[in-house]
């Protein structure tokens, strides 16, 4: 599987114009603007269209407010909580009456993000009511606030009841109780149809929703005793926040792959946009929860972002990691990122082509058009509070390095290459990668865990 993914990885990024997250591509509704002596592209305000079952989201602007240490206000105002003191645990546990929900992977990252705030303002998976509305109107019923997907939880087992407390386990793990307020049986194929645009069971996001999820969903508010142990650590939005420099633009990276030299110039060029302030860092911020089946493993993932933290050393790039499970969902799943970053205090994300993209698991046909996700993250930037900084064409060239594409035209300057194939080939064979398309450590690291996987 990692082997495979390696492969799929470097199809996507073997060409240094091109990003294993799809990243490097401006969108068409954009305008070039100088600066200094490159161009960036700053997309153009207007009519956007919406693939999401052809359904119209209404725009409600709202203010970029930020609190009183001049941070980002979280989405809806306010940073939920819902950790627990040892008494309170205690009280919880014993009103469970010995019911116990295992979680699976999927389950206990949704889980964490509510604890700790990064799903702002849900306190718990949705009730029935809640959730058709947001399938229906990608927005929250009551505040209508912006809300790129549903967050629920499943199970198949009979005996839980509304009103009943039940304790959640996750490996061994008491994560914290759940008090249903809701249980009922979802409309799988109206929800994969109205938030990835498709049915089809050739998405993963489908796949997810019809043959990984149980039979119902069960919905209210939960308390947290402790978040799931992990290999690599997951910063809270609290402790994001307070390593922020405050009164500064603070411009998200999201990935799901290892970066590369391409990206690498991507997130860093991303902070002289003309829509970001001077003097302001980036949060690479990528999601080390489930995925693809034949994306890379999260560990490997992690083990290339701190090798790669380590050699760069950019006090102008922060790093911190997502506890998040990927749906593949493409433009709604945009906004799901975007007010994720907001509640970890960024005000920008980054994003370009292909966002959240997937491809038909048996045609290879992509599921979405490669600047939907673009054109959704435009469309509702304002309202909310978030804006977006479009991706920049970025090859390499032999004469000045890393340029954006049209410079690379305009000067008639020598682009090199380097095809999927090859790379696969010279990352098996031991050969040297060359360092202006991959850094060595990370390299170091991928062939490090293809071996002990092979």
């Known amino acids: ?183 009922y049986v979802p409309n799988k194929p109206k929800e994969a149809k109205l938030c990835y645009g498709t049915s089809s069971l050739e998405h993963p996001g489908s796949q997810m929703i019809s043959m990984d999820r149980g039979k119902y969903y069960l919905g209210g508010d939960v308390w947290g005793f402790e978040l799931p142990k992990r290999v690599f650590p997951c ?87 997502l506890p998040y499970s990927m749906h593949m969902g493409g433009p709604r799943e945009a906004i799901q990122h975007m007010m994720i970053r907001k509640n970890y205090g960024c005000t920008h994300f980054i994003i370009g082509r292909d966002m959240a993209g997937s491809k038909s698991c048996l045609t290879g046909e992509d599921f979405y058009g490669a600047y939907d996700a673009q054109e959704m993250a435009t469309k509702h930037s304002e309202e909310l509070g978030v804006k977006t900084v479009p991706s920049l064409n970025v090859v390499y060239t032999e004469e000045k390095g890393y340029v954006t594409a049209d410079i690379a035209e305009k000067e008639g300057l020598k682009i090199k290459k380097l095809s999927g194939t090859k790379f696969r080939k010279m990352l098996r064979a031991g050969e040297d990668i060359p360092e202006w398309f991959a850094f060595k450590s990370v390299v170091n690291v991928l062939r490090e865990h293809s071996e002990k996987s092979a």
């Open 235 to 321: 910063a809270t939005p609290s402790e994001v926040r307070a390593r922020l420099p405050t009164d500064s633009d603070v411009v998200a990276f999201q990935c799901r792959n290892p970066v590369h030299r391409a990206h690498y110039e991507l997130f860093t060029r991303a902070l002289f946009a003309p829509n970001v302030k001077e003097g302001s860092v980036c949060l690479v911020h990528p999601t080390c929860g489930p995925t693809q089946d034949d994306d890379i493993p999260g560990i490997v993932r992690y083990h290339t972002y701190e090798v790669l933290k380590a050699e760069v050393n950019n006090p102008k790039i922060m790093w911190a990691y």
């Open 1 to 183: 599987m990692f082997r495979r993914a390696v492969q799929r990885l470097a199809s996507r990024a073997a060409v240094a114009g091109c990003s294993s997250s799809g990243l490097l591509h401006a969108a068409p509704l954009a305008q070039t603007v100088e600066l200094g002596s490159s161009k960036v592209f700053v997309p153009v305000l207007g009519s956007v269209r919406n693939v999401m079952g052809g359904r119209s989201f209404a725009a409600q602007p709202m203010p970029n407010s930020q609190d009183t240490s001049g941070l980002i206000l979280p989405h809806g105002g306010k940073l939920v909580d819902r950790m627990v003191d040892s008494a309170t645990k205690e009280k919880l546990i014993s009103e469970c009456q010995g019911r116990v929900l295992e979680c699976s992977d999927r389950n206990a990252c949704d889980l964490e993000l509510l604890f700790v705030g990064g799903f702002s303002p849900l306190t718990g998976p949705m009730d029935h009511e809640q959730y058709n509305y947001c399938v229906d109107n990608m927005r929250l019923k009551g505040s209508d606030l912006l809300f790129g997907l549903p967050v629920v939880l499943d199970t198949s087992h009979e005996s839980i009841k509304e009103g009943m407390k039940v304790l959640l386990q996750y490996n061994g793990q008491h994560l914290g109780v759940l008090e249903v307020s809701s249980k």
